[in-house]
Each structure stands twice: as C-alpha cells, then as structure tokens.
C-alpha cells in the first residue's frame, strides 16, 4: 500500500493571514480559495488547508515542521528577521533570537500569526539524507 499525506487542515483565527504569512515566509505560493479553505502547496505534493475559526473558539497550537535546503534556509531566515518574527532554537523558547546546529544542520523555530509553531530544518533529526 502507498499511503501519502495529501493535505492536513490548518485551523487559524484568520485563515487569510495565516495562509499568506506561511507562504511568504517559506517563499511559496497561496492557491485559490476553496470553500473555507486557503491553500498552500508544498514541494512533496501536500497541501496546507488553511482555516478560520469562528470567533468564539480559540486556536489550539500545533506544531508543523518542514524541511528545506540550506539555500531555502538562508530565504526563510532572513524574511523570518526581516518581518521582525520572534525565533528560537528550541521549541520551548528558552534560546531566543538563537538557531540550533542538530545533526549537523540548521533549525529554527517560529510563530505564525495564530500562534502555531513552525520548524524549520535542514537536517532530519537523527541526521537521516533522504
């Protein structure tokens, strides 16, 4: 069996915003809107369902990380500094301002306008090369 993620819902409190923060920040691209949806593809074929909740329910963070090459770090880093977005190097915030070096790599961590973490790597954790 080929069992692949397709696309995973992202509940937001503006799901505009959100959507167009991602895509700006990883350098992509954000797809029509579908019903209540604001999609962004990603470059393995997944889709990030981008939606609003109604005012009267709060967001429960999630956390979405997302491997890119060291290239596509440097873009994501410096528009990550460049709109002035907290980052750490650990996903509890206890390194501010810092990025991690893990397996050899970079990593670093963020928050979306709703509050979601977002990781960026360019290593797999346990140093895995696809």
Known sequence: MSVQLNHTIVLSRDNRESAEFFAH???????????PFIPVA???GVA???ASLPPSQDVFPQHYAFLVTE?????VFARIKARGVDYWADPHGKQPGEINHHD???????????????????????????
Do not use: C, K
């Open 71 to 75: 290239r596509e770090f440097d873009d």
């Open 104 to 130: 050899g790599g970079r990593g670093v961590y963020f928050p979306d306008p709703s509050g979601h973490g977002l990781e960026v790597i360019t290593v797999p954790y346990g140093g895995f090369q696809p």
């Open 25 to 35: 920040i990883m350098g992509l691209e954000v797809g029509a809107e579908w019903g």
């Open 42 to 44: 990603l470059a393995n």
């Open 48 to 50: 990030l369902d981008f």
